[in-house]
């Protein structure tokens, strides 16, 4: 089982956190499932984070994490 807190939260850099602070908390659980979507699609497109692309890995993860219903 994917998790947020061992899988999903080690994804997202100190500096990603901080820049992304303004919207919601990448290291809290409760704002990353309300945001899923919207922080699937940015990561997908290659829009964010500002800075690199995600490899294909990585963005599959997320998706099967929120595919199985974003256990904490
Ligand atoms: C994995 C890491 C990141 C994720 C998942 C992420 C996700 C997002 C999302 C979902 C939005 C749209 C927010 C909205 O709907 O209002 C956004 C906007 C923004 N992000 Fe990030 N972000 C990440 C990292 C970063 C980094 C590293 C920077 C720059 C240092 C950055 C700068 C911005 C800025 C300036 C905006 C507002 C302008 C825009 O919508 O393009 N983000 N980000």
């Given at each position: 089982?994917?998790?947020?807190?061992?899988?999903?939260?080690?994804?997202?850099?100190?500096?990603?956190?901080?820049?992304?602070?303004?919207?919601?908390?990448?290291?809290?659980?409760?704002?990353?499932?309300?945001?899923?979507?919207?922080?699937?699609e940015?990561?997908?497109?290659?829009?964010?984070?500002?800075?690199?692309?995600?490899?294909?890995?990585?963005?599959?993860?997320?998706?099967?994490?929120?595919?199985?219903?974003?256990?904490?």
């Amino acid at each position: 089982m994917v998790s947020f807190e061992h899988d999903i939260k080690p994804l997202f850099r100190e500096d990603d956190r901080d820049a992304m602070d303004f919207v919601f908390d990448l290291w809290n659980y409760d704002d990353v499932r309300a945001n899923a979507d919207n922080i699937l699609e940015r990561i997908k497109d290659g829009s964010m984070p500002c800075d690199e692309e995600w490899p294909q890995e990585r963005i599959e993860l997320l998706e099967r994490w929120i595919q199985e219903g974003m256990p904490a």
